[in-house]
């Protein structure tokens, strides 16, 4: 459920999600080293696995803030447990937006008491709440035998994730043990969230939870896994599709490297690359700016007179060279919403798939004044 409390200047600024009953849960957080207080107090709270409730609010994200930070975070999960009469132990909290300020504490407990009897079933009124520079709420839900797997998330820029993503909350009724949860997770992430890159900037607030309440019951183990996989992937083209200033997803395949782990870090050069980005926006043909951001990897094992590429299914690098495509018409490919660029180094056998967006004046116009906004 969200809320306008007054934390942003219009719009709504807090949201609340909360189970029926105690669920199961796990979740992991930012590697940056400058983490917020609702990290710093999340990854505590998160060990024993379990939870009933997250509050979420947006526009001061409580990062370098100290001591007051951290007593400001508690306060913030004791006014919802006292709200909707649960353990404090049991609430977890976050928090996005600028960083260096603290929170108007009041407001947000004030803006709590009430909630309790307001609370919506529709996951993207959910959304609303959580966002800063996003542009619509992000939310989808897929069934898994008789229960439901749903995904919120938001983030639109300092996105580089090394664990998670920016914020991203997952729901659902199937009945799976914490331990279960947390190795699903982790595996989820680490193909979708973990391969996304809006500006290689990681957030010091980035949180990826899951929790399941258990009420529909026991699903396939194999089935769940391989729907929350795909949840995983679709929120993550979400947030690459809505990066500050985007106006294009941009998807990057790595296939035939030595290992898995240097396709993933050809992958994430090439989404990351400016100059991949810019061409990718301007939709210019320079087969030579994905040349440089493969070539520059230069922990990875890499054979020019090996590698093949493609643009959305056309080849345009053989044999060491340009191939004799059509201008015309690979630049009508760059036009689209989605470039695909795929890339076969014929190696071995590792392959990894990035995810990004294109860079536009857009993205300097959020974040030259993004303190200010």
């Given at each position: 459920m969200p809320a306008s409390i007054g934390i942003k200047e219009k719009g709504n600024d807090l949201s609340v999600f909360c189970s029926e009953v105690r669920a199961n849960a796990a979740g992991v957080f930012t590697q940056n080293q400058f983490p917020g207080a609702p990290v710093i107090l999340g990854r505590k709270i998160i060990q024993q696995g379990v939870l009933r409730a997250i509050i979420v609010n947006s526009r001061i994200s409580n990062v370098g803030t100290g001591a007051l930070g951290i007593e400001n975070a508690r306060r913030m999960a004791d006014a919802l447990a006292k709200e909707f009469d649960i353990p404090r132990e049991e609430v977890i909290m976050s928090s996005t937006g600028v960083i260096g300020q603290q929170l108007p504490i009041e407001k947000i407990e004030q803006g709590v008491r009430g909630i309790s009897e307001i609370l919506e079933d529709d996951p993207l009124v959910g959304a609303a709440g959580i966002m800063t520079t996003d542009t619509y709420p992000k939310a989808l839900s897929l069934s898994v035998g008789d229960a439901v797997i749903t995904i919120v998330g938001?983030?639109?820029?300092?996105?580089?994730?090394?664990?998670?993503?920016?914020?991203?909350?997952?729901?659902?009724?199937?009945?799976?043990?914490?331990?279960?949860?947390?190795?699903?997770?982790?595996?989820?992430?680490?193909?979708?969230?973990?391969?996304?890159?809006?500006?290689?900037?990681?957030?010091?607030?980035?949180?990826?939870?899951?929790?399941?309440?258990?009420?529909?019951?026991?699903?396939?183990?194999?089935?769940?896994?391989?729907?929350?996989?795909?949840?995983?992937?679709?929120?993550?083209?979400?947030?690459?599709?809505?990066?500050?200033?985007?106006?294009?997803?941009?998807?990057?395949k790595v296939r035939g490297a030595k290992t898995e782990e240097e396709a993933r870090i050809i992958a994430k050069s090439l989404i990351n690359s400016p100059l991949v980005k810019t061409m990718a926006y301007g939709a210019d043909p320079n087969i030579g700016r994905v040349l440089m951001a493969i070539g520059k990897c230069t922990n990875c094992e890499v054979r020019p007179e090996r590698i093949e590429i493609r643009i959305n299914g056309r080849q345009v690098f053989k044999d060491?060279?340009?191939?004799?495509?059509?201008?015309?018409?690979?630049?009508?490919?760059?036009?689209?919403?989605?470039?695909?660029?795929?890339?076969?180094?014929?190696?071995?056998?590792?392959?990894?798939?990035?995810?990004?967006?294109?860079?536009?004046?857009?993205?300097?116009?959020?974040?030259?004044?993004?303190?200010?906004?």
């Open positions: 938001k983030g639109a820029g300092m996105i580089e994730p090394n664990m998670a993503t920016m914020l991203v909350y997952i729901f659902t009724d199937a009945a799976v043990d914490a331990a279960r949860l947390d190795d699903m997770l982790r595996g989820a992430v680490r193909d979708s969230f973990n391969m996304l890159s809006v500006d290689t900037d990681t957030s010091t607030s980035d949180t990826c939870l899951i929790m399941a309440n258990g009420l529909a019951g026991k699903v396939d183990e194999a089935l769940f896994r391989e729907s929350l996989n795909f949840a995983c992937l679709e929120m993550t083209k979400l947030l690459a599709r809505d990066g500050e200033g985007a106006t294009k997803l941009l998807v990057a060491e060279s340009r191939t004799d495509f059509d201008e015309v018409e690979v630049r009508k490919l760059l036009s689209g919403e989605l470039i695909e660029i795929k890339s076969h180094l014929n190696i071995g056998e590792g392959m990894a798939t990035a995810y990004g967006c294109d860079l536009t004046e857009g993205y300097i116009r959020e974040n030259a004044a993004y303190y200010s906004s």
